[in-house]
């Protein structure tokens, strides 16, 4: 079985450098599951920790149900791909792809069978005798693909794939790739620091900041309720709106608007309390607490346009219709869905739970 | 400048270094430290045995007429072959990259001379002025010089500079014409633009880029004309006549192996190893520092 | 140039054709003078265009050596530079590619005291240390032998230092990629890194067996028996002293075969060529 489990794993580069603080997680078989966070958030630290290429400073990384700290990544049964392709310049493609398999003395017959069912897949079929620097960029991230393939792993890794390629290139490999995890079924661990990337592709999230795992969830449970500020902000375009504001009872005054909180929330909260609202998630009308601003900006893009301005200490986004143009200095109101407010503790950045 | 990937074993990077490590030892160290330990020992004359006698080699060689003379001649010799070597280089490869037809004609043809070994190089040039027969010889006599470098010192000297600098120029011009061609063509358009001639472009713009070329130039060449030159020397004058052509590693290899000298010259191998060591010291402290990559 | 000015051009040529002919008058002489005569040559001024004893005096050269000073045969000297100059490039080629390779792939104790220990050795050319080198080579009983000709030519490093500059700009994840295939160092070393650096092998090589066959100190030092001789130090030998009185026609013959391989190699692989000079001074 290919489950990946991550018990209390950490890692350090010296006694005072920890740049991975205990993550646990299990990954189930055939999860397609995604870690994402911004730059230096340990990421690709802890992908390249299960793949093997990085030591675990603590905590246990188990696949298939047997611990592989000690494990090196040939014998760990997984295959990756890299960010930089890490193809074999002076090779074939069909070289490429098969190089593992050779040193395993895997019969050539059998190569042969799995690199053409690979090519077959990734439609590289004509590519196989030609070399890498004659491929474009997404021919050979597939190769990369390819190479992974053949080993038919217990585990796939991806370390930011699609970073290399142009914005058009990206949104196809993405279609790709979940084309790809349907018909092979293979658990997949993939990293980005692209949140529409980690939308559309996993299973579940793993959201990183500063090597802490923030939240871990399925994509929808954490747009909708978002474990801390960092995620609340990091995942959802447009952004959401942060508006600090002091508590007084069961409600959040934000220096001008009041926002009631549910009583739950309020008696765990403290004095200090930040409201997230999503763009959205403000409507023209409707029972919620009404935002009132004079819009500073407004950006058109197209079917929607973002207007922003400010309440209170805060600056607020909304999203309107594209055709809708409000001038830069109008006076704009909107009522915000009620079952939308987040409420986040000012000081440690955490949801507040009943 | 380090890998972050690294492989792990025990024993394997031992056994990859072994064969340089050990070629390294036998043939490098060990001698190196020999050289210097004979430089504190006199032998007696009939090789018996040997006392140590601290710097008196050392003394002896300073006060020694004829070792100063060596310093001297060596001293002009690499500053010549240099400073000619050089400039006529530059000069040849700015007018290398100027020309557009014939280019790649022109390049080669300068370059093939590094194939010629010094000693060769020194046989040719000592054909073409050989006294009675050479005919360079020739038309010096018949434009009334007395040439017979047999006899004169300074012929000699200014032989085997010819022959020493001419077999450098090519591997100088190289190196000019890779560092010209670093140059970025904008710079010398944007000059042109602002009314520079070619001449004042040169030495404002060119030249001074050129500096780290032509200061490693400067010392490759002088660490050529220090030890390179041994093959010009003993294929055509031997030192000779009358030591006015034996510089400094020359005396090491005489004093050693035809005079019998040993301390003498291990003395004189440890002075030439201090000043190939500071010259090398030099060139990477000020290379390293200037050059931009 | 910038500007479009004939004179100019007109003066570069000019320039350039005086320093090729300077550069090549010296070949021209000698080969002219290896196709005639001695009476010819010593009768002066000498004539300025070839003669007509070109194949007599190679095959004599070849064959017999000159008659007056040395008489070794020239053709086993060519034989023994050959020998010696492939010994010294792939030589030095084969211990600092490993070398190199393990220098920068591997974390081990006395890395960098190993590192430094090569380092040391660009310091110091071989003409600093050529008597006690000797004396140590005597002692292994490595004179008039091949063994050594070459071994104490490749103790320097400039090849490994090519070599660890070109495995730094190799990407990390190329290794990576192949652990994770299952490769181990060697098979990593064989089959990716080696593959990679054939340019800079070639480069190298060109430079290197220039270098080993136009050695001049150390061979006159190691060889006395005129088997062992290579053509360079051949050449020294013809020489009878004086000038006359050596037989230049032939000396000229020997210079010139002396010569031609390397500049052969160097015309035929020029790219090669600039490219290993280029890199081995960084």
Redesign the interface.
């Known amino acids: 079985m290919a489950e990946i489990v991550l018990r209390q794993v950490q890692k350090s580069y010296s006694k005072d450098v920890r740049v991975i603080h205990g993550v646990n997680v299990t990954i189930a078989d055939g999860e397609f599951i995604v870690i994402v966070g911004p730059s230096g958030c340990g990421k690709s630290t802890l992908l390249r920790m299960i793949a093997g290429?990085e030591t675990v400073t603590a905590g246990e990384i188990a696949v298939g149900g047997r611990v592989v700290n000690h494990v090196e990544p040939k014998d760990r049964n997984i295959a990756m791909v890299f960010q930089n392709y890490a193809l074999y310049p002076h090779m074939t493609v069909y070289e490429n792809m098969s190089y593992g398999l050779r040193i395993r003395r895997v019969p050539p017959a059998q190569i042969r069978e799995r690199v053409q069912r690979a090519a077959r897949i990734l439609e590289l079929g004509p590519f196989l005798q030609r070399r890498p620097r004659e491929l474009s960029g997404g021919q050979r991230q597939r190769v990369a693909m390819g190479r992974a393939i053949v080993r038919e792993p217990a585990a796939f890794l991806f370390d930011e794939p699609l970073s290399n390629l142009d914005a058009k290139l990206r949104v196809q490999m993405r279609l790709e790739i979940q084309k790809l995890h349907r018909s092979l079924k293979t658990t997949s661990i993939f990293v980005t620091h692209d949140q529409v990337e980690a939308m559309t592709l996993a299973d579940r999230m793993i959201v990183m900041n500063a090597g802490v795992v923030e939240q871990v969830g399925r994509p929808i449970e954490v747009y909708d309720k978002p474990a801390s500020v960092f995620v609340a902000g990091f995942i959802g375009s447009p952004a959401m709106n942060f508006l600090p504001g002091r508590r007084t009872g069961n409600e959040v005054d934000l220096g001008g608007v009041r926002v009631p909180m549910p009583a739950a929330l309020a008696q765990a909260a403290g004095d200090a309390v930040m409201v997230g609202i999503r763009p959205e998630h403000l409507q023209a009308e409707g029972a919620g607490p009404r935002f009132a601003f004079s819009v500073e900006t407004v950006e058109a893009l197209g079917a929607d346009s973002l207007v922003h301005g400010r309440v209170g200490e805060g600056l607020i986004s909304a999203r309107v219709d594209g055709h809708a143009t409000p001038q830069v200095g109008a006076a704009l109101s909107f009522r915000a869905i009620p079952e939308r407010l987040h409420f986040f503790d000012a000081a440690t950045g955490k949801r507040l739970a009943a | 400048?380090e890998?972050?990937?690294?492989?792990?074993?025990?024993w394997?990077?031992?056994v990859?270094?072994a064969?340089?490590?050990a070629?390294?030892v036998?043939?490098?160290?060990?001698?190196?430290?020999?050289?210097v330990y004979?430089a504190f020992l006199v032998q007696d004359p009939f090789g018996q045995s040997s006392t140590f006698v601290w710097f008196q080699n050392f003394r002896e060689l300073f006060h020694d007429s004829t070792y100063l003379e060596s310093f001297k001649v060596t001293a002009l010799f690499s500053v010549i072959v240099a400073g000619v070597g050089i400039a006529?280089s530059l000069?040849?490869a700015v007018?290398?990259e100027?020309?557009v037809r014939?280019a790649v004609f022109?390049k080669?043809?300068?370059?093939?001379?590094?194939?010629?070994?010094?000693?060769?190089?020194g046989?040719?040039?000592?054909?073409?002025f050989?006294?009675?027969?050479?005919?360079v010889a020739?038309w010096l006599r018949r434009m009334g010089v007395n040439w017979n470098w047999?006899v004169n010192g300074d012929q000699a000297l200014l032989l085997v500079i010819i022959a020493a600098t001419?077999k450098q120029?090519?591997?100088n011009v190289?190196?000019f014409i890779?560092g010209l061609q670093s140059i970025p063509r904008s710079l010398?358009?944007a000059a042109?633009i602002d009314g520079a001639s070619?001449l004042r472009?040169f030495w404002t713009i060119v030249f001074p880029l050129l500096s780290p070329t032509t200061f490693?130039l400067l010392v490759?060449n002088i660490?050529y004309a220090f030890?390179?030159t041994?093959?010009v020397i003993?294929?055509t004058t031997q030192g000779g006549p009358a030591q006015s052509t034996q510089i400094l590693?020359y005396k090491?290899?005489f004093d050693?192996?035809k005079a019998a000298d040993?301390g003498g010259?291990?003395a004189q191998?440890v002075v030439?190893?201090i000043i190939?060591?500071s010259l090398?010291v030099v060139q990477f402290r000020f290379v390293e520092k200037k050059v931009q990559y | 140039?910038?500007?479009n000015?004939p004179f100019?051009?007109f003066v570069?040529?000019a320039?350039?054709i005086l320093?090729?002919a300077?550069?090549?008058?010296?070949?021209y002489?000698?080969f002219v003078?290896s196709t005639l005569t001695y009476d010819q040559?010593?009768t002066?001024?000498?004539p300025?265009i070839p003669g007509d004893q070109l194949i007599d005096n190679y095959a004599k050269v070849l064959g017999s050596g000159s008659e007056k000073g040395s008489h070794a045969a020239v053709l086993p000297m060519l034989v023994n530079s050959f020998v010696m100059a492939m010994g010294v490039a792939l030589g030095k080629i084969?211990?600092?590619i490993?070398?190199a390779?393990?220098?920068?792939?591997?974390?081990?104790p006395l890395?960098n005291f190993?590192f430094w220990?090569?380092f040391?050795?660009?310091?110091?050319?071989i003409?600093?240390?050529?008597?006690?080198?000797f004396?140590?080579?005597s002692d292994?009983h490595l004179l008039n032998s091949y063994a050594g000709l070459i071994?104490?030519l490749?103790?320097?490093?400039t090849a490994?230092f090519l070599f660890r500059q070109f495995?730094?700009t190799v990407p990390?994840e190329l290794?990576?990629a192949a652990?994770m295939d299952g490769a181990?160092?060697?098979r990593?070393f064989w089959d990716v890194l080696l593959p990679l650096s054939k340019t800079n092998i070639a480069a190298l090589f060109v430079i290197l067996f220039?270098l080993g066959?136009?050695?001049?100190?150390w061979p006159?030092?190691i060889t006395s028996d005129e088997s062992m001789y290579t053509v360079?130090?051949g050449?020294?030998r013809m020489?009878a002293g004086?000038?006359?009185t050596s037989e230049?026609n032939l000396?000229?013959a020997t210079?010139m075969l002396?010569?031609l391989p390397?500049?052969l190699?160097?015309?035929l692989m020029?790219k090669w060529?600039?490219k290993g000079?280029?890199e081995t001074?960084k």
């Open positions: 290429l | 400048m890998k972050r990937v690294v492989f792990r074993s025990a394997l990077p031992y990859l270094v064969p340089q490590i070629i390294t036998i043939f490098f160290f060990w001698p190196a430290a020999q050289a004979y006529s000069l040849l007018m290398a100027r020309v014939g022109y080669t043809l300068l370059i093939w001379p590094y194939a010629v070994a010094p000693a060769v190089a046989v040719l040039w000592a054909f073409l050989a006294p009675s027969i050479g005919i020739y047999n001419w120029i090519s591997y190289l190196f890779a010398l358009e042109a070619p472009r490693f490759i660490v030890f390179d041994f093959g003993d294929a590693v090491v290899y050693g192996v040993l010259s291990a191998s030439l190893m190939v060591i090398t | 140039m910038v500007e000015r100019a051009t570069a040529h320039i350039l320093g090729v300077i550069v090549a008058f010296p070949l002489v000698t003078a040559i010593v002066v001024p000498m300025l084969a211990i600092s490993i070398s390779f393990a220098i920068v792939y591997f974390r081990f890395r190993f220990m090569i040391v050795t660009l310091m110091l050319p003409e600093v240390r050529i008597i006690p080198t004396k140590v080579a292994l071994l104490p490749i103790a320097s490093a490994t495995y730094l990390d290794a990576e652990r181990g160092p060697l990593f220039i066959w136009n050695q001049y100190l006159l030092l360079v130090i050449i020294k020489f004086g000038d006359a230049w000396i000229m210079a002396a010569l390397p500049a190699v160097v015309v020029q060529f600039v000079l280029v001074e």
